[in-house]
């Protein structure tokens, strides 16, 4: 029996499927006119994303999904921003960057999605978190599609959910199919639901036609989560009435199947049954519809008088050095905000000091005590956790263990395992998290347990958190630590450098530490940044590397290289364990009376110090570029290339390289010697260039 009989729901309900019904119509219509770039109609699944919006609090959190048009529409996103966005116009959320249904504006309730699936749902996790964090009752309502379900990192953020059983409530939209692929094809579960006790949370199967029963499933689990009893999965059963989008035929859809569920039409449905009962009996309906389609032929017809972005600002705002600052308009937007800075700043710290109560936090030692370069790095993780109540640490055994190299060792202990996360083996979850409790005006750090894993989760780092700013104008300022490099016998799998995967990847910040100094003085710079950074960690200097700890103001910029060795003769730019053999080199040669190199520690990958190599080089005219990352399409080619364009004039040499072979780092020190680059090697190197 349905409780929903409250006239006033019953009639937002009404207003927001007719609505929603309203925009798909015109919509198709003006892609058929090549009016409209693309439209992906979710025709079919209007109660699904009407209900389950209805069921939300006001300053709850919605990660929508493509077909989640009448979810936009129920959580106060207005007309004008929903055509303004499907026309690409200027003062749409992403000004032009991103496609139709992609909505969500810089800090509001509503998240703008990504295309790759499942990947939003680590983001929900992350998001609630954040909210957790901030002693907030706040639920986030994330969405999949049937399709999406398959997805590992959907698996990844289920799982992280229901560990940490966050308030998180996940619908499926199961439309029956995954552009061409079928429920048969997608999943060899009975159910959908099936899972939610394996990820460990209760689950349902509704009928996703029905408004009402979607709006009560989804109040139940969101009055549940909000009341600490952690998360709920809902699957609700509709079907994909159209295409995938306006360009597929969907000739492969048995047309009984359209032909069933075109009786169960959500809006056609809902209006019988209001009538039936007479449950709206002062409502005319039909003047009702009337004036929704005028205003949606209004909103849009203004939407595409709207002015097209300037081209020129497609180059601006990937990293907050270059963001214009342009909002957009929300001027009839009714969408509820995200709490201000100020607030989360304030929130965190109730939350930290109530974390803190009854620990004891361990002295960080005195500036100038002699450190390794590990421990600079757990001194800075402690000093930031205690100064800055947003900061928040995850990754795998961080917590009880202090991580496989110990960075976090005794953390946990001292700012409790709200803040000193130990996640799942769920490298997606570890980044997706951190994008939600970035997003949401926290500080994280994760921790890869080694660089190569991150390949596990590029996904979250390169097409979610290196876009957010530029599609959205959201600052993602997370930063993730990677153990990287070899040198040390750690094989394939453990001696990965990244840095050019990231250096082509844009929105990503990367930078290489090599001394205590650095260590710190970058971790302190790349936490406060506003921006993602990559903090590529070099295991083989962990504790090989020592020097006195900084002062806790200490920060190096990013973006400048530091001058490790003076020289007139040659140029290295290295980083990475490729400082310590350069220096080596230098010095051999300086030992006998070659040559006089400078060594310059570029330390900073995006952005990196063309005006330090450029200097240098005016004054050596010879370029060598050393790193262990391989060769080919390696940074050194980058650098190369540059100088060959910029500093050809001033060179009496070719510029060289001494990098990784092109080969998967092997296990045995010998061979992993061979591969990767040696002293003697970078001499040779040296010694030709200085021949010219
Ligand atoms: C990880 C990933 N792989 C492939 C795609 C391409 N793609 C876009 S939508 C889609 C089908 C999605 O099906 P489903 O999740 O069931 O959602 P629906 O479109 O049916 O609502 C595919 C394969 C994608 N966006 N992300």
């Known amino acids: 029996m349905h409780e929903v009989q409250d006239p006033v729901l019953l009639e937002h309900l009404l207003r927001h499927l007719l609505t929603a019904r309203a925009v798909e119509e015109r919509c198709i219509r003006m892609v058929k006119q090549g009016i409209q770039p693309k439209f992906f109609s979710a025709w079919g699944n209007e109660a699904t994303a009407v209900g389950t919006a209805a069921a ?96 590992g990192v959907f698996h990844e953020a289920m799982n992280f959910i229901g560990v940490r059983q966050l308030p998180v409530v996940t619908v499926i939209e199961n439309n029956q199919w995954a552009f061409g692929t079928p429920n048969e094809l997608q999943f060899g579960c009975e159910t959908l639901a ?22 009560e499933a989804t109040k139940e689990a969101v009055h549940r989560a909000r009341a600490g009893q952690g998360p709920a999965l809902i699957e609700s059963l509709t079907m994909r009435m159209r295409g995938h989008a306006e360009h597929d035929d969907m000739a492969y859809v048995p047309d009984e ?54 081209p020129a600002s497609a180059l601006t705002g990937v990293f907050h050095e270059t963001a214009d600052g342009k909002k957009p308009d929300r001027s009839n937007s009714s969408v509820s905000v995200a709490p201000t800075s100020e607030v989360v700043g304030e929130r965190a710290a109730e939350t930290a000091s109530r974390l803190g109560e009854g620990r004891t936090v361990e002295p960080i030692p005195t500036p100038g005590t002699e450190v390794s370069y590990i421990d600079a790095i757990r001194h800075c993780l402690h000093h930031h956790l205690q ?35 130990d996640t799942p083996i769920s490298e997606g979850a570890i980044i997706g998290g951190c994008i939600g409790l970035a997003i949401r005006g926290l500080r994280p ?25 530029y599609r959205i104008g959201v600052g993602v300022p997370m930063v993730v630590r990677l153990p ?43 936490i406060d940044d506003e921006d993602p950074v990559l903090f590529l960690e070099q295991k083989y200097y962990y504790r090989r590397a020592k020097g006195p700890l900084p002062d806790p103001e200490h920060r190096v910029p990013l973006g400048c290289a530091r001058k490790a060795r003076a020289g007139k003769d040659a140029t290295v730019v290295t980083w990475g364990v490729g400082l310590d053999r350069s220096l080596e080199a230098a010095d051999s040669l300086a030992a006998r009376g070659v040559g006089d190199v400078e060594v310059l520690d570029l330390r900073s990958i995006v952005p990196w110090d063309k005006e330090a190599i450029s200097q240098s080089v005016r004054q050596t005219s010879r370029l060598l570029v050393v790193h262990e990352a391989r060769n080919t399409c390696g ?41 990767t680059p040696q002293t003697p090697d970078v001499i040779a190197a040296l010694e030709e260039l200085l021949g010219w």
């Open 445 to 469: 750090v994760a921790e890869m347990q080694f660089a190569d894993f991150v390949c596990s989760t590029f996904n979250e780092l390169v097409n979610n958190a290196g876009t957010f700013r």
């Open 194 to 215: 099936d899972r939610g006790p394996a990820y460990g949370m209760p689950s349902v199967r509704i009928d996703g036609t029905d408004v009402r029963a979607v709006y």
């Open 387 to 421: 100064s800055d109540p947003r900061t928040v640490l995850l990754g795998q055994d961080i917590g009880l263990m202090g991580g496989a190299f110990r960075a976090t060792r005794g953390l946990s202990e001292q700012f409790g395992p709200q803040r000193v996360v």
């Open 484 to 526: 990287s490099a070899g040198g040390i016998g750690a094989g394939p799998f453990h001696s990965l450098n990244p840095e050019a995967w990231f250096a082509h990847s844009p929105g990503l910040k990367v930078v290489v530490p090599s001394t205590v100094e650095d260590a710190w003085g970058l971790l302190n710079t790349a």
């Open 56 to 151: 939300l609090d006001r300053d709850d959190v919605l990660v929508p999904m493509h077909r989640s048009l009448g979810a936009h529409l129920v959580r106060g996103h207005s007309l004008d921003e929903i055509f303004l966005q499907a026309f690409l116009k200027d003062d749409s959320h992403t000004r032009g960057r991103d496609t139709g249904l992609h909505l969500g504006a810089a800090g509001t309730n509503i998240i703008g999605m990504i295309s790759p699936l499942g990947s939003m749902n680590t983001v929900a996790a992350g998001i609630a978190m954040a909210e957790q964090l901030m002693g907030q009752e706040t639920v986030v309502l994330a969405y999949i599609g049937d399709g999406g379900t398959s997805t």
């Open 635 to 675: 940074f050194g080619s980058e650098i190369a290339a540059w100088a060959a364009e910029e500093l050809f004039e001033w060179l009496d040499a070719p510029v060289r390289r001494v990098t990784g072979a092109d080969v998967p780092t092997p296990s045995h020190k010998e061979l992993e010697k061979v591969t």
């Open 257 to 310: 199947m359209v032909d069933e569920w075109g009786q169960r039409d959500p809006v056609t449905q809902y209006l019988q049954w209001l009538r039936d009962g007479n449950h709206l009996p002062e409502l005319d309906v039909d003047a009702l519809r009337a004036s929704i389609e005028q205003e949606v032929l209004e909103a849009s017809d203004r939407a595409r008088a709207a002015s097209d972005p300037n």
